[in-house]
């Protein structure tokens, strides 16, 4: 048995695993490199590995940086099966179509600018009829808690990870030799007590864990700190006469934020006059899909879906999904919440909505999730004083807030409780983490266990006894 590494290796994007065992081959995730600088490099590379020679690919959830590359994956000539929950299929085919049309845009701006010097133009890594085709080798759904046998040697098993809604951890149990062992990958694991999810499943016994390790040097606020926090930053805010920007991802995290303020509104910790703009295409979409899963939410989410109410549409909540409406919202000088994408701030209407905001003394800037490394989110969190959009130079004067109880990921003391429950594994495989920023705290907490602990590199590889 043997196990590599091609993304989120000593990083938090790009997560892509190899497994190879039983006598298949066995992808992981295949996600998009967002953030650091060599980024567009590193996605249109090569991915350590030969795409027609995967025979199955295991999809634990639809956000880009798990799912962005599958369509390259296919272009470049895998034509195995893809397996991954109802939910994920539904929401990575929305996540690849948005990230297929912005490349389109991106590619189509660049190739004018090159065609002006005599240069070729420029090809988009994939576009929307790339995503299309992939979409034709997703193949059975499974269910969480439900085995699933790929061949004779080798069997699977999904189970909630709590992340975002469909998010899964995956088992696998492979035979080789007349012995099997029992592989973890985490995927990325949620909060115990979410807002609006199902808490994750605890693993089994294993051989071996792949485990993220996102917030692995962090504690989160509890969730009643956190609100009370975003209340009152959005109360101050407007006292100011200024507006509120989140920047936020397109599922999971715009709906229990409009969760929040549906609940805040209701309870008059925030004013029933108050306008929320939700300027994301994406993430009016994705609540959508939301509301067809109603059995992957907590009990009072899902008692409110089927019971035919709306959980994540406060009073006050606007959709826009046109440029025009979303260039209207630029007028407003005060009094709106305004929620868009991207989260990390790489792409999207959020940084219109920056360049607008992000100078006013009167305004404030609120994270509500993780930003990577070389992302503009990173920058602003890290106080820069000077912010730079569409080559313009803009001075940061707003208020800059970061509230980590909304994360959507698990911090050190949940990742050390999860993998708890995994027993005394050969070996632990952290992944999904910047070195320095949490993953060397939780090699050092999980080696104070006795355990044995690697932190692999790109396209490392390990032989599994």
């Known amino acids: 048995m043997k196990l590599s590494f091609h993304g989120a290796a000593q990083g938090v994007t790009g997560s892509c695993h190899l497994l190879e065992a039983g006598g298949l081959r066995i992808l992981i995730d295949c ?28 999809l634990t959830h639809a956000h880009l940086d798990h799912c962005g590359r599958i369509p390259l994956l296919v272009k470049r000539g895998f034509a195995g099966t893809i397996i991954t929950t109802a939910a994920t299929r539904e929401l990575s085919k929305l996540i690849m179509m948005d990230s297929a049309h912005i490349q389109e845009e991106d590619a189509a701006r660049a190739s004018r600018h090159k065609r002006r010097g005599g240069k070729d133009d420029i090809r988009p890594l994939y576009d929307q009829i790339d995503v299309l085709f992939a979409l034709d080798f997703f193949g059975r759904n499974v269910s969480y808690d439900k085995d699933v046998a790929l061949n004779e040697a080798v069997k699977i098993r999904f189970i909630n990870a709590g992340h975002i809604l469909g998010s899964a951890s995956v088992i696998i149990e492979a035979t080789e030799n007349e012995t099997t062992r029992r592989i973890v990958f985490s995927g990325d694991l949620g909060s115990p007590g979410h807002a609006i999810l199902s808490n994750s499943t605890p693993p089994p016994e294993c051989d071996y864990v792949v485990m993220e390790t996102t917030y692995g040097g962090r504690m989160h606020k509890d969730r ?39 609940n805040a509104i209701n309870s008059k910790d925030l004013p029933g006059s108050l306008t929320i703009f939700l300027d994301s295409p994406m993430a009016i979409s994705a609540t959508e899909i939301f509301k067809r899963h109603a059995n992957g939410f907590s009990p009072e989410v899902r008692d409110a879906m089927l019971s035919g109410k709306d959980p994540f549409h406060p009073r006050g909540l606007r959709f826009t999904r046109q440029v025009e409406e979303s260039k209207a919202i630029n007028r407003i000088r005060g009094g709106a919440v305004i929620m868009a994408g991207s989260g990390m701030c790489t792409g999207g209407r959020v940084r219109q909505h920056l360049k607008h905001n992000i100078w006013r003394p009167d305004c404030s800037i609120v994270f509500v999730g993780f930003a990577a490394e070389g992302t503009l989110a990173r920058q602003i969190v890290d106080g820069a004083k000077h912010i730079k959009i569409a080559g313009e130079d803009i001075q940061v004067k707003a208020s800059i807030h970061t509230i980590n109880g909304f994360s959507a990921h698990a911090d050190q003391r949940e990742l050390l409780y999860w993998v708890s429950h995994t027993g005394r594994p050969k070996t632990v495989f952290l992944v999904h983490g910047d ?19 690697e932190c692999p590199t790109l396209h490392s590889a390990v032989e599994l006894d």
Not at 437 to 444: A, C, E, H
């Open 435 to 453: 070195f320095d920023r949490g993953m060397s705290d939780m090699k050092t907490e999980l080696e104070k266990k006795g355990l044995n602990v």
């Open 224 to 262: 009643e700190t956190s609100n009370a926090e975003l209340n009152e930053v959005i109360a101050n805010t407007l006292a100011r006469g200024g507006n509120v920007v989140i920047p936020t991802f397109a599922m999971e995290r715009t709906q229990e934020i409009l969760f929040h303020l549906k």
């Open 31 to 58: 996600g998009m490199f967002q953030g650091a600088r060599h980024a567009d490099e590193e996605n249109a590379g090569d991915f350590g590995f030969e795409p027609s020679e995967i025979d199955f690919l295991l």
